[in-house]
């Protein structure tokens, strides 16, 4: 059972190249969660799905794309990537109800040049 | 919007020192309430959660959390704390299948 995982963990991309971040979850969760973790600013949800085939925005969803075509994988795009975009990033996944825990993944480390 | 609050960005403690994060959040209706933890170099472990019933939650590794309605504030405490609890915690709130989390608050502990 590896839980969470996420690829790659470190990346470094120039300004305007596009990449996709993989997240991967065993744990038959319905819910997922993308993540941007900045300095002094703590965790700022970018994206999240409640289900396969869904997505919606959360509080920082531009630059970014998501999509949720399996129930264990949760891709984060960025089409044209910006150096305000340097970040570590952070997959989640979660229960349903009472299960609303979050499972965390090792995070991926993006600096955009 | 929700929103979570924490006060205290950088605590220093020595070891044996009691702990006591503030964290206050935004909404007024039902909450449901967590700490996490990340350690140096790892990714966010949860400590301890409310949901319901008793306010006063006991978490792991002897942290524990009170939840006071009334002042819209979850703080988390431990009354020993030891080098070994040195990291970032993150107090956040669910409210619609979103997630909303503090800024975080780094203690460093003395030996």
């Known amino acids: 059972n590896a839980g969470v995982t996420q690829t790659p963990k470190f990346r470094v991309l120039k300004t305007g190249q596009s990449m996709t971040l993989l997240c991967a979850q065993d744990?038959?969760?319905?819910?997922m969660y993308w993540y941007r973790q900045d300095p002094g600013m703590g965790l700022r949800l970018i994206h999240y799905?409640?289900?396969?085939?869904?997505?919606a925005k959360g509080e920082v969803p531009d630059g970014y794309n998501v999509s949720r075509l399996k129930k264990q994988n949760f891709l984060l795009g960025l089409e044209s990537a910006a150096p305000s975009q340097t970040s570590v990033y952070f997959c989640?996944?979660?229960?349903?109800?009472?299960?609303?825990?979050?499972?965390f993944g090792p995070g991926t480390r993006l600096t955009v040049t | 919007a929700q929103s979570v609050s924490q006060h205290n960005h950088h605590v220093i403690l020595s070891e044996a020192a009691s702990l006591e994060l503030g964290c206050n959040y935004s909404?007024?209706?039902?909450?449901?309430l967590f700490w996490y933890v990340q350690y140096p170099g790892q990714h966010l472990q949860l400590l301890l959660k409310?949901?319901?019933?008793?306010?006063l939650v006991k978490g792991i590794k002897g942290f524990e959390a009170e939840f006071i309605k009334s002042k819209f504030s979850f703080n988390l405490r431990k009354p020993s704390v030891q080098w070994s609890d040195t990291a970032e915690y993150f107090c956040?709130?669910?409210?619609?299948?979103?997630?909303?989390f503090g800024s975080g608050t780094k203690l460093n502990v003395k030996p």
């Open positions: 909404y007024g209706g039902t909450v449901n």
């Open positions: 989640a996944s979660s229960g349903q109800g009472e299960s609303y825990e979050q499972y």
């Open positions: 744990m038959n969760h319905e819910y």
């Open positions: 956040a709130v669910i409210n619609f299948n979103k997630f909303y």
């Open positions: 409310y949901f319901s019933g008793d306010p």
């Open positions: 799905s409640v289900g396969e085939g869904t997505t």
